[in-house]
Each structure stands twice: as structure tokens, then as C-alpha cells.
């Protein structure tokens, strides 16, 4: 009997653990706390499942993290100067920030756009625009290198970019600001109006090298262009931009360019103006862009500056775009996987309306219009309406879907992501994000296959997250998990610079074809010393040129002389490494620029001017082998015009 | 140097290595000083390094790693690798020589000099004397194999302190190389 009444009293008590447990609050953070260090924790040695690609807005790179760790692996210089691997600053890659204007070392990079085939992620490419000075940049996603640069001429600042079609065989660059284009650019300000207008250029890649050139331009009204998305599936040969600004206002536009309950989403048939090109329409306009590809070959950049552009005024083609009213002051253009709806998110709106591209085609087949903007149609609100997610929060700025029917909105104001069924218009869920979120991602969320599980919030301030750093803090991002019915907080991370947009791709797609080393074999730089025996040092008249390797570890030659003040001394490092990751540096005391990187079988060429007579150490900065520190050498520098005989050795030790 | 250092022969090591540096550097107290410094110490560490574990227990989803262990046992002096039987022909192939003088510019002359002087790696000269081709190959073409399972390799590590790096050398590049290895021997 005692042993039941024991037995029952056991029971009793894993029955009641049990209902204890089970009755706990399920707040969203004590579900938090359970597992989300266990789903996020990637093991030493071990790999994430995805790569995160994020822009770096104001730092003009792109850094790379994994997710779901979070960890931050590589920053891509892109954009910006970067001291610490010569890019911007060595003789081959200074060119690739060379603009019409000069040499811009800076930009603000919002947006990255993977290249797609068939309207999926096919891991070649990676494309960033640059807002400030206009430009698109495309980065090779073996080498994880910048690997072309495009100005973009007619452009006030290239903010709806570089948004790319089904196939890659567009990237769009659309200016944010309008601005005066024609011959006569001085006009008063206030003649906005009349004299400014807008500008899309379809930018066409070459599916095999990648190469970018403007295909042509569409002059369009004078609005701010914000955003945008290609069509897929159905709706594939379309593109739709957002527009504000449709008050045409020229200042005070916090308050001027916010008056219009509607402004405009811009609906593009590009295939159209494919045809019209073809038929031999179109004027080609003088422009000054710049054009800047780096060769794997030859390590070098090949900068061309270009003298004209193509350019549809849409006013004399009034059957290649067409406006849809939406309400207000619209940022994100989003396009879901299916091709069918597009979401409008009016930064000043209460709803959003979500547009139906069959129902645009109707409308325009049967001119279903509410009217025209200086000629072009405007499509009746109602009649290309899906339908509006009514109350979705305050602010909603970018929408991204999974591969379920699901949209995921950021929503600036009220700092959260809501997530929303695309054909119910229902809102199923919202997370707080911490804080002003502003782009979102989605893995493939932008493709027609999203790969789901994670929705990944950029937040724009982060006050009380971190460990404070003084007045400036670091911006950050939120992982969410999204595999079941509820998202859930997994992660905080920080990022580099502030991040904008940013897209994840499956690392399976690009581990493969990762670049390990530059073939020696292959290396056509003009400056290569491939083989010790082929170092020299040659003067021409005061350019000074040094043909030098590294190899753990040392340098040859590591003793020259004959160098005079005045001269203009061009070191070449060819790294003679054919090993994965034996990187060698070169840095010389009183380099004005920057130290190079040079990487295995690659040559890389740090210019130095001498300022007076001594002997200079040089010394390579990756720590390479147990001897790096032995990895050095000296250049003497005589006075301007002595005549020290030039020599050069390495390992002599008699003179 | 290379010659007398005998396959399988450890307990000879630290006298071998110590006549070396002896040999090689001098006979001044300071270099005597140091080269004892760096034996101490390599033997501290050696004798500090964990023990592999052998606890199959401990470690189930270990895979046995013996098929390259025991390959080297087989033949200890063919070296670890997709290299296994080398043909050498006289009178030397001279294509193969020229080839091979290309590469050794390229991707080996700045750290093997063609005497006997050892710079970061060992000096070239005589070296297809004491070692068998297909050793050198795969050496050449396997190095980070080579480097953690073959002793011969391995002693080569601790004696010049610097990884042999892996050059991208395919095997028929390699083959090229020893072609001119045999040249710099004095084959005809």
C-alpha cells in the first residue's frame, strides 16, 4: 500500500512539475530565452548557413557577416578608400574611384542587389549603388572584390539603384533628386518645374564578364525617386519605382513635397522601351561618366571616360510608363515572389495598399485612367488595387517575403516588424525591434524563391543596447526567427557604418567557387616579378621603378640603393604565395598614402616620393611566417642629384 | 645535411640537428647560445604538447586515420601523396628540364638555392640523391599532408621553422621540377 501511495505521490508530483511548466507566461521574451542562444550558436570551426550581405550606408563599403552567428567576416572596400588593404590608394585600384569629377574616395551605399537568373539568386554578383556621387559598383562574389564601378551621369544622386531584373539583365539607377539636364544647367532654383527633371537609366550586364554600360536613359517628371523593384514571373518586363515629391517642391520639402495625399508609383514597361530603341528612337545626349574595371589578369584598373548616353523622353512615349496613385510620400516598391502584388508603403500613411499587376494591365487596357501627369497616365487608385493592410503601424518603410505567402514590413516609427498575409492582407504577428528600424531582410526575400527562416531588422538607433562608446554608438542589427507562426528575437549584432538595405544568400551557393589565390601563371601585370630572378630595380629619369617579391619571409630586393631625393619610386610586390590565405603587406615609413595587401600571385604597387637623405626601412605588415619580423629591408636615399649608383640585392652580405 | 638524417632514425635527431647548426653556422659562443636556447625550448614544447588521444572512447566518431600512416610504413621513403611510382628515363627528358627550370624561377628559387646552402628552405643539391623522386613529389605537390604525417617532412619543419608553402604545383609541374633536380645532380 505505502509503495502506491508513494507511486501516486511521484506521479502527483511530475504531474504538477509538468502543469507548473506548462502554465509559465509565454511572453515573447521568456520564449526568447529558452533557445535562441541555441540557435544561433555556430560552433567554433564550423560555418554559417548563410552569408549576410550589408550595406555600410555612409562608410561606402559592404561588410559581410554570417547568420545566424552574426559574426562579421570581411568588409568589401567598395565606395571608399581603404587604408588597411591599399584599396583606392595603390596605383591599380586608385582608379577605381576616379569619377567625371575627379577622384571621389567616399560615397553612401545603400543597396545591394545579388544577381538573379530565372528571378533566383545564381551567386555571381553583388551590385551597391552609391548615392552621393552616382554610381553602381558591381563586386565579384568569388573574389569578394569590387571589380567595376559605373558613374551615372544625369543622376542628383543615385538612390533607387541597383535594383536588377529577373535575369540580371538590368540594374536600375534612378535619381533621388531631380535636377536641371539639357544645355543650359544655371537656372533659378525656383524654376524647378519647368527646368528639373527626373532620370532612369537602365544599366545592361553582360551575363558572362559582368560588364555594365548604360543602355539607355528615361527622362521622366521632376520627382524624387526613391525605390524600387523589378516585375518577375507575369510581371516580368516591368519595373516600379517609387516616387514623392509629385509637388514638384524645391524647398522645405519636409513640409512641401507632404501635401499630395497621393503621390505616385511608377509603373515601367521596359520591354517597350526595348522596342522603341530597336526601331532606332531615342537621342543621344553629351554626358561625362567615368567607367572603371579592375582586371584579375593584369591586377590593374582600366578607367575610360564616357562622352554620351541614350536617352526616351517618356513625354514622347507615353505607352512606357504609367502612374498609380499612392497614398503617402511612398518609400518601398516592393514586388512579392509571385509577381503579382506590389506594396506601396507611404511613409506618412495610416494602411498600406497592395497593387495588383493583373489589375494594372486591365486598367491600362481599358485606358482606366483618373487622368494624366503631364501627359503620362495616371491608372485609377481603386482599379489597380489589391487591397490596403488596414492599421499595419506607424511609418511602414520595406517589405521582404518568405517563400510561405508571408510579408514582413519594417515600420520606422513604431520600431517593429509586422508580418502580414500578401493575398488576406491579414496581420498575423509584430515584433518589437530595437530601435527605428529601417531596411529589413529576408534570405531571397527580394527573389522568387525566398529562402526564409530568418527576417534580419536594420535599426537606425541603438541608444541603450550596447556598451555605451562616447556620443557615437554603433548601429545595429536584430535576427528574427520566422520558421514558425510567431517571430522570435534571436540576436543583436552590430554592423558597420549605418546599414541600409541588405540581402542573404545560402553559403552553399558561394563556398564552392570561392577564390583562393591569384595563379602566378596568369598574372599579366606589366610590373610582375614572377620569380626571384626577375626582381629589378630600373630608373626612368626620376621614377624610380622596384619589381619586388615577397615570400615567407622576405623581400627582394631587400637592399637598394641609388634613390635620390625627388625621385618617384613605384614599389611592385608580387607575392609569390600560391598557398591560401599568405597575404603579405608593404608599408615604408613616410608613405603619404597607405600600406598595400598583396595577396598570393597578385601585384599590388605602392608609390613613395622621398623626402630627404637616410635609409628608409620597409617591412612587411601580415604577419606571415615564425620570421615575419625578419621580413624587412632598406632603401638609402641620396641627396637630389648625387649619383650613389643604383643597386639593388637581397641577401648579399660583402659589399 | 639531408643525407645523413636516415628515415625512422629519432633518437639520432637532436645530435643531427645540433651538428648542424654547428656546422652551418660557425663556431661563435653566441650562435652556440642560441641554437641551445632553441633546443631547450623545442623540447620543452614537444614534451608540453598534448597527447593525441587514443581513447577510442572518448572520441567515437573519430575515424581511424591509418591508411596514410600506414602507407608510409610501407614504403616510409615514397612520402604521403597521389604520387606512387615515379620512371625516371636516361638520358634526362630536356622539355621536361626546361619546364621545370620555369617553375623553379617562379615558384621555388626564393627559398631553395640549387648548392647545398640551406636560405628558407633546404639547398637543392644533391637532394634526388637522397630522397626518392616520388618523395619529392609528393613533398612538392602534398605538402600540408606531408607536413603533418611524414616524419621526414617533419624534421625538415623543425629544422627550418617555416612551413614549406603549397606553390599550386600540379603533378606533372612537379614531375617537370624533378627533372631538373636530376640536371642540378649532374645526370645527363
Known sequence: MKTIINSIGALALVASAFLMNSCQPKGPQEAVVGNAAAKVYVAPGQYDEFYNFVSGGFSGQVSVYGLPSGRLFRVIPTFSADPQTGYGYSEETKDMLKTSHGYVPWDDFHHTALSTTNGEHDGRWLFGNANNTPRVARINLKSFRTEEILEIPNSGGNHSSPFITENTEYVVAGTRFSVPMGANKDVPISSYKENFKGSISFIKVDQTTGDMSIAFQLRTPGFNYDLSRTGKGPSHGWFFFSCYNTEQAHTLLEVNASQNDKDFIMAVNWKKAEEYIAKGEGEKVKARYAHNVYSEKTHMTTSTIKDEVLVLDIMKYPDIVYFIPCPKSPHGCDVDPSGEYIVGSGKLAAMMPVFSFTKIQTAIANKDYEGDFQGIPVIKYESALHGEVQKPGLGPLHTEFDGNGNAYTSMFVSSEIVKWNVKTLEVLDRVPTYYSIGHLCVPGGPTKKPHGKYVIAYNKITKDRYLPTGPELTQSAQLYDISGDKMQLLLDFPTIGEPHYAEAIPASMLTAGSTKIYKLEENEHPYAAKGEKFTKVERNGNQVHVYMTAIRSHLTPDNIEGVRVGDEVYFHVTNLEQDWDVPHGFAIRGALNAEILVMPGETQTLKWKPQEAGVVPFYCTDFCSALHQEMSGYIRISPAGSNTPLKFSTGDTED | ?188
Open chain 2, 1 to 188: 645535411m639531408i643525407n645523413i638524417i636516415k628515415p625512422n632514425d629519432q633518437s639520432h635527431f637532436d645530435l643531427i640537428l645540433t651538428s648542424y647548426f654547428v656546422s652551418l653556422m660557425k663556431n661563435s659562443k653566441q650562435t652556440m647560445k642560441k641554437i641551445l636556447t632553441i633546443l631547450i625550448a623545442m623540447t620543452l614544447f614537444w614534451s608540453c604538447a598534448p597527447d593525441k588521444p587514443t581513447n577510442q572512447e572518448e572520441f567515437p566518431d573519430q575515424p581511424a586515420a591509418k591508411s596514410a600512416v600506414e602507407s608510409q610504413i610501407m614504403d616510409p621513403t615514397k612520402g604521403i601523396g597521389a604520387v606512387k611510382n615515379v620512371t625516371l628515363k636516361t638520358p634526362l627528358e630536356q622539355e621536361r628540364v626546361s619546364r621545370g627550370i620555369a617553375i623553379y624561377e617562379m615558384k621555388c628559387s626564393a627559398c631553395h638555392r640549387l648548392d647545398e646552402k640551406r636560405v628558407v628552405g633546404p639547398g637543392w643539391k644533391d637532394i634526388t640523391k637522397t630522397r626518392k623522386p616520388e618523395w619529392i613529389m609528393n613533398m612538392v605537390t602534398n605538402v600540408d599532408v606531408m607536413l603533418e604525417q611524414d616524419a621526414e617532412a617533419q624534421k625538415l619543419l623543425e629544422l627550418c621553422l617555416t612551413r614549406m608553402p603549397n606553390q599550386n604545383v600540379s603533378i606533372g609541374d612537379a614531375r617537370d621540377v624533378l627533372e631538373y633536380m636530376r640536371q642540378n645532380d649532374g645526370e645527363k
